[in-house]
């Protein structure tokens, strides 16, 4: 196998130590379509540990096997390593549980707290739980409620939760007190799946490991930023979330956001979590309110057609926006966002467009305007990171064009 220069130096790195994870919602399209096949992922990198567990739990009373057959195809549908290992595969699922129950029932919890107990005897899970809500959000706090009255909270526990994060500022603060109250802060995981992603996280890495980007990094050099997120999937089967969401809501205001504050954050004083999050509020903090010319809004034709969804919508599944972050660095450069569903590619990138270059040598033979300088951040499909330069097209004279340089960065 070619060595990976990326992953040089991991081996370093603590091994993830026993646990459960804990499913809320185990039926839902989250935890089909990431989070099983990230784990299946992590399970054909050998990255879980032995003494792993997951249970799903969910309204519908099926059995163990049931469960895992739905993982199964799950993985196979969505998983990055396919086909599926069966080796891998078979190891996984032997760790993979279900208990059905009712998210208002104290009596559930306590069948779930039995069935952990047990995978803590039986799989050595040693007492270490992580929690995924992935249920909407209404049923966060009712379940973090049940979760600490069963005693399933304990110090080392963890809960993580994912957006919608409430409507609007007024909701996400009243989710966050009632979640606060039965869990201490550092037990609360707020995610962004995005953040996961490698050449999300190469971002950051990309800008502060290399010298040559930094100078250049600000308005005296960025013409504008574009950052697509585009999808050709409708909205499936999620319409009962998504049309009372929007893509503004659930694209723009987290995805699109952790994206742009990477790209124009200042460099971090160290590479820990919370330093991190500061720079990022400043970039956030600095965006100036969107002028209602700076933003379009669309809806897919066929939308109202899709189930669940109302026939009289005026949910957003497209939306563009044109901002801009009043600070000393990118003061009136445009940063331009945009995502939408069924759209005519997928394709997500971030792409720093320079300003372009007097050119006073070479427009005789080619016209008053070179190609600006662009440099693209490809987050899927086939991560990468792109750079578009001039060039002379060989042979005779000296006509200059665009030639694109890319590189695979995962
Ligand atoms: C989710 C949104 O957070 O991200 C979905 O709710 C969207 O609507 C998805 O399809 C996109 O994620 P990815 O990883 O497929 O780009």
């Not at 600095?286 to 010319?293: C, D, G, K, N, T």
Request: proline letters at 6%; aromatic letters at 10%; charged letters at 20%.
């Amino acid at each position: 196998m070619p060595t990976n220069p990326f992953r040089e130096g991991l081996a370093t790195r603590p091994a993830p130590g026993p646990g459960v994870l804990v499913i809320f919602g185990a039926s839902g399209d989250l935890t089909r379509r990431k989070l099983v096949p990230a784990l299946y992922n992590l399970a054909h990198e050998g990255e879980l540990p032995a003494n792993f567990a997951v249970v799903g739990f969910a309204r519908t009373p099926i059995s163990h096997d049931e469960f895992r057959r739905q993982l199964h195809e799950a993985a196979t549908h969505h998983a990055r390593f396919t086909p599926l290992n069966p080796a891998v595969w078979a190891t996984f699922a032997d760790g993979i549980f279900y208990q059905a129950g009712d998210y208002a029932n104290p009596a559930s919890y306590r069948e779930l707290a039995a069935l952990l107990d047990q995978l803590d005897r039986q799989r050595g899970t040693a007492g270490r739980r992580v929690f995924y809500l992935a249920v909407p959000p209404a049923e966060f706090e009712p379940i973090s409620r049940q979760l600490a009255a069963a005693g399933l909270v304990q110090a080392d526990h963890r809960v993580i939760v994912e957006k919608p994060f409430g409507h609007d500022l007024a909701s996400a603060r009243a989710l966050n007190a009632a979640l606060t109250k039965v869990f201490a802060e550092r037990q609360l995981l707020r995610i962004d799946h995005y953040l996961g992603k490698e050449t999300v996280q190469n971002i950051l890495v990309m800008r502060f490991a290399n010298e040559i980007f930094d100078p250049l990094w600000n308005q005296k050099y960025v013409d504008h930023v574009q950052i697509t997120v585009a999808e050709s999937l409708g909205v499936g089967r999620r319409a009962g979330y998504y049309d009372t969401s929007g893509a503004l809501r659930d694209m723009v205001q987290n995805h699109m956001m952790q994206l742009l504050a990477l790209v124009a954050m200042e460099p971090p004083i160290a590479w820990e979590a919370e330093v991190i999050r500061d720079e990022k509020v400043k970039v956030l903090r600095a965006i100036r309110p969107v002028a209602p010319e700076c933003s379009v809004r669309g809806q897919y034709i066929g939308y109202r057609d899709e189930p669940g969804v109302a026939a009289d919508s005026h949910t957003e599944t497209f939306v563009a926006l044109k901002l801009f972050i009043e600070n000393w660095r990118w003061s009136g450069v445009p940063f331009y966002l945009r995502t939408g569903k069924r759209l005519a590619l997928s394709a997500s990138e971030v792409r720093v467009q320079f300003r372009r270059t007097p050119n006073v040598l070479f427009a005789a033979q080619c016209g008053q305007r070179l190609d600006a300088n662009a440099l693209t951040l490809r987050l899927q499909p086939q991560e990468g990171i792109s750079l578009h330069f001039n060039g002379k097209v060989p042979g005779i004279g000296t006509t200059v064009q665009a030639v694109p340089w890319s590189g695979r960065v995962a």
